[in-house]
């Protein structure tokens, strides 16, 4: 959600610039508020004792002004406001007590002391109950003085001090009103809030969402969100939340009114308000809708490249409804799976995906056996016929479909790899294709994208099958072997080569080799070469690094070993022995 943020900000700032002026003069020790100080009394001489014969600033005091009757402070007061007042109680025109009293109700927090004669003490006592806190007697002791400031400047200190906090606080809270804003549009869309609670929080969170005014909710799901997630570092997956969120707030305040917020990892939220009666028509507004969900769609494939299903609920009557509302939409995006993804998708729509009974079927297991028995007979019509069925079925609408035809699906796999088993047709590479497809089907968000997944595994598997039927398992073989008859002096050749030679992978060309002659590739290889070096060695017109070079090895010393390995004899012994 966005929020003044620029006048926001510069407020903060001020205060913090402030705060931060303040505790430096804390940790140097020195810190403390200057207050100030009017003295009142018609007396010019006692004014100047008062103002000359004291350590005012010692007290963090600064004397700001002197008046000589009430009348006259009442005035200074409304112009400087002290904070603190030092009082003579009798005065000719506007006395101490009538002056407090008067202060009291206008200026609450300022502090008055009353300095007034021994015969006035049943007097200062009555005053005390109005607003004073503190009397002197006169002649004014400065230790007295001294004992009274300090206890008033203490005061003065802890209300300042509390001012402070709160403005701290109030400080945090600005700061923290964007997460209390998308913290309360959460809970509307969980357990809610009571309805007698709700006006007045929404007036302190400062949302304009009246109680009982119409809405919608769209969800935006983001598709491929596993795929999404994994080509991103953590910084970027920000970043993109970042600019989904804003681009779906922007697109928002264009086409209507709301909030937009984030509820979980690829799923974005906007509560959308109707026009108030009077303004624009049912109509008018609908149109708005689809237009803001047409929008965002393809602002969303535009400028951040990914696809995203919309699902949008019926209208909600008031805020109190928004939970439901929730529900519905999340609902009509979950629908991805049946309907298909990058799709806007509203609660009218999913009618068309109900069995036209408006009964949930239960999936037939014979489908199942209908697929297996068609693999066993090698039938790829069958095959095909059974992998429809199956998937028609599970498009019928029922509670948390996604799941449960992820779930079908991985018990078609395991079924499938059991058959293997019974074939002897399992191997590494159809193992690790498994453990991939299983990993996969978790990722995936429609019928649709498992349906291709099985397909593809189902056509790998139908060609093993196949191989091991026809005997295509010794034809690799016997290409493989001509293959390094013809390339074994190709000092590069590799196991990758062999297998794009014979239009297989590398894993299963060795897997295949293995299982029909117990060798390995390269041993069988490294044999093809040694057999041609035994040949060329009874000749005695090529040398020794001539052979190494004509069979495929670049270094003789290693050719030699290698040849010893295998034959346990050197080339010269062997050449000697076979002269």
Same mark, same amino acid.
């Given at each position: 959600?966005?929020?003044?943020?620029?006048?926001?900000?510069?407020?903060?700032?001020?205060?913090?610039?402030?705060?931060?002026?303040?505790?430096?003069?804390?940790?140097?020790?020195?810190?403390?508020?200057?207050?100030?100080?009017?003295?009142?009394?018609?007396?010019?001489?006692?004014?100047?004792?008062? #103002? $000359?014969?004291?350590?005012?600033?010692?007290?963090?005091?600064?004397?700001?002004?002197? @008046?000589?009757?009430?009348?006259?402070?009442?005035?200074?007061?409304? #112009?400087?406001?002290?904070?603190?007042?030092?009082?003579?109680?009798?005065?000719?025109?506007?006395?101490?007590?009538?002056?407090?009293?008067?202060?009291?109700?206008?200026?609450?927090?300022?502090?008055?002391?009353?300095?007034?004669?021994?015969?006035?003490?049943?007097?200062?006592?009555?005053?005390?109950?109005?607003?004073?806190?503190?009397?002197?007697?006169?002649?004014?002791?400065?230790?007295?003085? *001294?004992?009274?400031?300090?206890?008033?400047? @203490?005061?003065?200190?802890?209300?300042? *001090?509390?001012?402070?906090?709160?403005?701290?606080?109030?400080?945090?809270?600005?700061?923290?009103?964007?997460?209390?804003?998308?913290?309360?549009?959460?809970?509307?869309?969980?357990?809610?809030?009571?309805?007698?609670?709700?006006?007045?929080?929404?007036?302190?969170?400062?949302?304009?969402?009246?109680?009982?005014?119409?809405?919608?909710?769209?969800?935006?799901?983001?598709?491929?969100?596993? &795929?999404?997630?994994? *080509?991103?570092?953590?910084?970027?997956?920000?970043?993109?939340?970042? *600019?989904?969120?804003?681009?779906?707030?922007?697109?928002?305040?264009?086409?209507?009114?709301?909030?937009?917020?984030?509820?979980?990892?690829?799923?974005?939220?906007?509560?959308?308000?109707?026009?108030?009666?009077?303004?624009?028509? @049912?109509?008018?507004?609908?149109?708005?809708?689809?237009?803001?969900?047409?929008?965002?769609?393809?602002?969303?494939?535009?400028?951040?490249?990914?696809?995203?299903?919309?699902?949008?609920?019926?209208?909600?009557?008031?805020? $109190?409804?928004?939970? #439901?509302?929730?529900?519905?939409?999340?609902?009509?995006?979950?629908?991805?799976?049946?309907?298909?993804?990058?799709?806007?998708?509203?609660?009218?729509?999913?009618?068309?995906?109900?069995?036209?009974?408006?009964?949930?079927?239960?999936?037939?297991?014979?489908?199942?056996?209908? %697929?297996?028995?068609?693999?066993?007979?090698?039938?790829?019509?069958?095959?095909?016929?059974?992998?429809?069925?199956?998937?028609?079925?599970? $498009?019928?609408?029922?509670?948390?479909?996604?799941?449960?035809?992820?779930?079908?699906?991985?018990? %078609?796999?395991?079924?499938?790899?059991?058959?293997?088993?019974?074939?002897?047709?399992?191997?590494?590479? %159809?193992?690790?294709?498994?453990?991939?497809?299983?990993? @996969?089907?978790?990722?995936?968000?429609?019928?649709? &994208?498992?349906?291709?997944?099985?397909?593809?595994?189902?056509?790998?598997?139908?060609?093993?099958?196949?191989?091991?039927?026809?005997?295509?398992?010794?034809?690799?073989?016997?290409?493989?072997?001509?293959?390094?008859?013809?390339?074994?002096?190709?000092?590069?050749?590799?196991?990758?080569?062999?297998?794009?030679?014979?239009?297989?992978?590398?894993?299963?060309?060795?897997?295949?080799?293995?299982?029909?002659?117990?060798?390995?590739?390269?041993?069988?290889?490294?044999?093809?070469?040694? &057999?041609?070096?035994?040949?060329? %060695?009874?000749?005695?017109?090529?040398?020794?690094?001539?052979?190494?070079?004509?069979?495929?090895?670049?270094?003789? $010393?290693?050719?030699?070993?290698?040849?010893?390995?295998?034959?346990?004899?050197?080339?010269?012994?062997?050449?000697?022995?076979?002269?």
């Amino acid at each position: 959600m966005r929020d003044g943020v620029s006048v926001r900000d510069a407020a903060i700032d001020k205060v913090h610039a402030e705060l931060a002026k303040q505790d430096a003069r804390q940790e140097e020790g020195r810190w403390r508020a200057m207050y100030k100080l009017l003295i009142v009394d018609d007396e010019p001489t006692v004014r100047a004792g008062l #103002r $000359s014969y004291f350590d005012w600033a010692a007290y963090g005091i600064d004397v700001g002004g002197e @008046a000589d009757d009430g009348d006259v402070a009442l005035e200074m007061i409304a #112009r400087d406001r002290p904070d603190l007042i030092l009082t003579d109680v009798r005065m000719p025109s506007m006395d101490g007590i009538t002056m407090s009293q008067r202060i009291s109700e206008e200026y609450p927090s300022i502090k008055i002391i009353f300095v007034s004669g021994h015969d006035d003490a049943d007097y200062l006592k009555s005053a005390m109950k109005v607003s004073a806190v503190d009397y002197i007697f006169k002649p004014v002791n400065l230790q007295e003085l *001294s004992t009274v400031i300090k206890r008033v400047v @203490a005061d003065l200190d802890a209300e300042s *001090s509390e001012r402070i906090h709160k403005q701290e606080l109030l400080v945090k809270l600005k700061e923290g009103m964007p997460l209390l804003r998308e913290k309360f549009l959460l809970s509307m869309i969980g357990e809610g809030a009571p309805k007698s609670e709700l006006a007045e929080r929404v007036s302190f969170l400062g949302l304009n969402l009246p109680v009982n005014a119409s809405y919608w909710v769209m969800v935006v799901s983001v598709d491929d969100l596993a &795929d999404v997630m994994a *080509s991103r570092s953590e910084r970027d997956r920000q970043l993109l939340w970042y *600019s989904v969120l804003n681009i779906y707030q922007e697109l928002l305040d264009a086409h209507m009114r709301g909030y937009v917020f984030e509820h979980r990892i690829g799923e974005f939220v906007g509560v959308l308000q109707v026009a108030e009666p009077g303004g624009d028509s @049912a109509t008018e507004a609908a149109e708005a809708l689809f237009a803001l969900a047409g929008d965002l769609r393809s602002n969303l494939e535009r400028w951040l490249k990914i696809g995203a299903t919309i699902g949008i609920s019926d209208l909600a009557g008031g805020l $109190s409804g928004l939970a #439901r509302a929730y529900k519905q939409a999340r609902e009509a995006a979950d629908y991805k799976w049946y309907l298909g993804k990058n799709r806007i998708i509203t609660m009218d729509s999913l009618e068309g995906a109900e069995p036209e009974d408006g009964a949930l079927r239960r999936y037939d297991y014979e489908f199942n056996e209908k %697929l297996i028995s068609a693999l066993k007979a090698d039938d790829e019509v069958k095959v095909g016929e059974a992998v429809e069925s199956i998937f028609a079925s599970l $498009s019928y609408s029922r509670p948390d479909g996604l799941k449960y035809g992820r779930n079908l699906c991985l018990q %078609l796999v395991l079924a499938i790899g059991q058959l293997l088993m019974e074939l002897g047709t399992g191997d590494p590479e %159809l193992e690790a294709m498994e453990a991939e497809l299983t990993e @996969a089907l978790y990722e995936k968000e429609t019928l649709r &994208d498992m349906r291709r997944l099985i397909e593809s595994y189902l056509a790998t598997v139908g060609e093993r099958i196949r191989e091991k039927r026809t005997g295509k398992v010794a034809n690799v073989v016997e290409r493989v072997r001509a293959y390094i008859e013809l390339n074994y002096a190709n000092g590069g050749l590799t196991v990758a080569d062999i297998g794009k030679a014979v239009y297989l992978s590398s894993t299963y060309v060795s897997l295949l080799f293995k299982q029909e002659t117990g060798q390995t590739v390269g041993e069988y290889l490294t044999q093809v070469r040694v &057999d041609k070096a035994k040949v060329l %060695l009874l000749d005695p017109q090529y040398k020794f690094y001539d052979i190494c070079y004509a069979i495929g090895y670049t270094d003789p $010393s290693y050719f030699t070993k290698l040849f010893k390995k295998v034959t346990g004899a050197t080339p010269s012994a062997y050449r000697d022995s076979h002269g």
